[in-house]
């Protein structure tokens, strides 16, 4: 089989491939560029696998007139930058010991033993420059039947890195068949070490729940974390019941991860968000009042609590709610603090002014500026 796709017939990744091949080495690109290729979709990240030992691909990069960067050379990786672009260039690995977090590895010239040490058979695909397709365990079938398992005996697989766990169910999300389910013994395996999750780093937990909730449909997964206590383990107290009405009533809107959590619930201090996600998280998850209020209050959020509050009522949006969301997020209150001077100061001119936007947001922005400052008055 034979792979064709821009970036790997791009001059940038072309002469990558013969940098490492003019010094006799063999060069396959490997991984998501290779997965995502083959299905059709998006390839953000380069992967470029070579039985050159990390120090000679920085040779040969540098003798070929490209840039190598020892992004992390003691685990064999080095980014090869051609024309701008970054490729992850990794020589071949295999494991001499793992922990449940990191790996020792060793160097190695087999692409089999390489691609034995990753995760799913679906992920262990490789592509020569010419685009010819190296299947070294099978993963194409898989592929193409969307099936996503883990290689090899999947409780062994958990056991060197137990952030396999959320990957499973992430990358089932991404790329298996709703139809087909998860596969039954990689859930099993994950069910059965769930609490290696507890040894794993905020950050990695966090990325991986992002990147699951993003997916375009995470509920099958994500309620199947739900019944095996994994969900649990990552967002204490979340209730996965309101996430898949949510899905349907998002209908084209772009997946978005926040609104997701927002609607599971839950403790989520163990996803290590960002300040801005948090208060962003709070606000929607506190959220109250009618659209308008909504929107004006959240700005572009405010569509994400109208659509939040619909599911998690099990009800569909009200006719015109997600317009009037919208309206309030663009409306700008009428008035200002000067409007009431000098007749109104100190906390008599605030409790004026927050009179009158009462009414102005219980209107939906209907009182103009005349009625609102007579509402300010009226105290």
């Known amino acids: ?49 070579t039985d050159a030992p990390p120090e000679r691909v920085v040779e040969l990069a540098r003798a070929a007139g490209l840039k190598p960067v020892p992004t992390g050379i003691e685990h064999g990786t080095v980014t090869v930058v051609a024309a701008g672009v970054p490729h992850e260039v990794t020589t071949f690995r295999r494991d001499v010991e793992t922990d449940g977090r990191r ?49 090899g005996d999947p409780e062994a697989r958990i056991r060197e890195d137990y952030l396999r766990i959320l990957r499973f169910f992430r990358f089932t999300a991404w790329y298996g068949d709703p139809a087909l389910g998860l596969n039954a ?25 992002r990147r699951l909730l993003a997916a375009p449909d995470p509920a099958p997964c994500v309620a199947a974390m739900a019944r095996t206590g994994l969900l649990a383990r990552v967002l204490p107290g979340a209730d996965d019941r309101a996430l898949a009405p949510l899905v349907h009533l998002e209908g084209d809107r772009a997946p978005d991860w926040l609104r997701r959590l927002a609607v599971l ?34 700005g572009v959020r405010g569509e994400d609590a109208v659509l939040i509050r619909a599911a998690s009522l099990g009800q569909p949006v009200a006719p015109g709610a997600l317009e009037e969301a919208r309206a309030g997020a663009a409306a700008t209150f009428p008035l200002r603090a000067k409007d009431l001077m000098p007749g109104l100061e100190g906390p008599a001119l605030g409790e004026a002014l927050a009179r009158a936007k009462a009414a102005w947001v219980a209107s939906a922005g209907a009182l103009g500026r005349d009625a609102l400052l007579e509402v300010a008055r009226e105290g």
């Open 185 to 209: 013994e990689g859930l099993a395996a994950c069910a059965a070490h769930g609490e290696g999750l507890d040894r794993l780093s905020r950050e990695r937990i966090g990325h991986e729940m």
């Open 103 to 151: 790996a020792t590895v060793a160097f190695s010239d087999d692409v089999a033993e390489d691609a034995g040490r990753r995760d799913f058979t679906v992920n262990a695909l490789y592509a020569e420059a010419d685009g010819t397709v190296v299947d070294p365990l099978g993963g194409l079938p898989d592929l193409r039947a969307r099936h996503v398992r883990f290689i």
């Open 265 to 298: 619930g839950g403790d989520a201090s163990g996803l290590r968000l960002s300040n801005v996600e948090a208060r962003a998280l709070e606000a929607l998850r506190e959220a109250d009042g009618r659209p308008f209020a909504l929107g004006h209050a959240l």
């Open 1 to 49: 089989m034979r792979l064709t796709a821009d970036w790997l017939e791009a001059e940038p990744t072309q002469r990558v491939f013969a940098a490492l091949a003019g010094g006799g080495h063999r060069a396959l690109a490997v991984g998501g560029c290779v997965r995502n290729a083959l299905l059709g979709a998006p390839v953000s990240d380069i992967d470029i696998a």
